[in-house]
Each structure stands twice: as structure tokens, then as C-alpha cells.
């Protein structure tokens, strides 16, 4: 297994986890439902976790592919730049998740968070949510939208996946 193919893996956790915590972080916003919000923040947490594998890999994979013919540097650079607000901003959101994981379990095992706290994750949800969706989008071109794949140059014979 090289570190493009493990990239293409686990990118897909912190993605998947940040927008699966938001719309649950909404319903309990909505519900003000105890269970619910546990559920968001626990999955919240976990979207932190996952973000720095995710990241580490990229890099490896980045480095991996420098001297592939059809990746575009400039393409990955701009996802590259835009895994770095994601980096920070879903490590934040991670870590006042689980805060407020512990605040619900320990300090306060029958209430919810504090409106401070539910203020600061949905603000950090929302901007994690946007920062995800873009780098995905620009991950995703690197390969999907690469013109010289479309266009390879003189002496290349672009073959099928799987038809070798």
C-alpha cells in the first residue's frame, strides 16, 4: 500500500465525520435533546482526530506523486493550503467538542452545554463544515479535473484503470 492509495482511505473520515456532526449538532440544537448532543460531540471529537492522519498522509502522498506526469503542482498546492485551515480549524473544533463531551459527562451528567459552549461549537461546526467542503473540492480535482490527463502530452498513452 503506497501513501496516495492510504490518503484516498482515511481522507474521507474527517470529511464524512464533520458534516454527519453538524447535521446531527442542528437536530440538537433543535430537539435540545441530551442523547443528541453527546452524539454530536462525540462525533465532532472524533472528525479532530481523524483530521491529522488524513493530513499527514496527504503530505506523504503529495510527495509521492511529484513526479507523476499527470498531476498539476499548482492543483495540489491549492489543496495543500486549504488542508492547513482545515487542519487547524477541525483540531479547535475537536478539542471544544470534547470539552464539552467531558463537561456534559463530568461536571454536568444531566444537562446540556452551556449556551456559551453550544455558541462556540455550532460557529466552529459551521466554519469546519466549509473549510472540509473546499478542501475536498480541490482534492478531488487534482485527479478528476487534471487537463493533462484530458490532454496527455506527446508520447503518452493513457491506458483504462485496470486494463493493463
Given at each position: 500500500m503506497d501513501w496516495p492509495y492510504l490518503h484516498t482511505l482515511i481522507?474521507?473520515?474527517?470529511?464524512?465525520?464533520?458534516?454527519?456532526?453538524?447535521?446531527?449538532?442542528?437536530?440538537?440544537?433543535?430537539?435540545?435533546?441530551?442523547?443528541?448532543?453527546?452524539?454530536?460531540?462525540?462525533?465532532?471529537?472524533?472528525?479532530?482526530?481523524?483530521?491529522?492522519?488524513?493530513?499527514?498522509?496527504?503530505?506523504?502522498?503529495?510527495?509521492?506523486?511529484?513526479?507523476?506526469?499527470?498531476?498539476?503542482?499548482?492543483?495540489?498546492?491549492a489543496h495543500d493550503e486549504s488542508a492547513s485551515y482545515a487542519l487547524v480549524v477541525l483540531l479547535i473544533l475537536g478539542a471544544v467538542s470534547a470539552y464539552a463531551w467531558w463537561y456534559m459527562l463530568r461536571r454536568d451528567p444531566q444537562g446540556l452545554p452551556p449556551q456559551w459552549l453550544r455558541i462556540t461549537l455550532a460557529v466552529l461546526a459551521v466554519l469546519g463544515i466549509s473549510v472540509v467542503t473546499r478542501t475536498a473540492y480541490l482534492g478531488g480535482k487534482i485527479i478528476h479535473e487534471s487537463p493533462l490527463l484530458k490532454n496527455p502530452p506527446a508520447g503518452v498513452v493513457p491506458t483504462a484503470p485496470g486494463s493493463q
Amino acid at each position: 500500500m503506497d501513501w496516495p492509495y492510504l490518503h484516498t482511505l482515511i481522507n474521507h473520515f474527517p470529511i464524512i465525520l464533520t458534516v454527519v456532526g453538524c447535521a446531527v449538532l442542528v437536530l440538537a440544537f433543535i430537539t435540545k435533546r441530551r442523547g443528541i448532543w453527546l452524539y454530536s460531540v462525540a462525533t465532532l471529537t472524533l472528525a479532530g482526530l481523524s483530521v491529522y492522519p488524513a493530513d499527514f498522509s496527504g503530505d506523504e502522498a503529495s510527495h509521492a506523486l511529484r513526479g507523476t506526469w499527470y498531476v498539476v503542482r499548482s492543483m495540489v498546492a491549492a489543496h495543500d493550503e486549504s488542508a492547513s485551515y482545515a487542519l487547524v480549524v477541525l483540531l479547535i473544533l475537536g478539542a471544544v467538542s470534547a470539552y464539552a463531551w467531558w463537561y456534559m459527562l463530568r461536571r454536568d451528567p444531566q444537562g446540556l452545554p452551556p449556551q456559551w459552549l453550544r455558541i462556540t461549537l455550532a460557529v466552529l461546526a459551521v466554519l469546519g463544515i466549509s473549510v472540509v467542503t473546499r478542501t475536498a473540492y480541490l482534492g478531488g480535482k487534482i485527479i478528476h479535473e487534471s487537463p493533462l490527463l484530458k490532454n496527455p502530452p506527446a508520447g503518452v498513452v493513457p491506458t483504462a484503470p485496470g486494463s493493463q
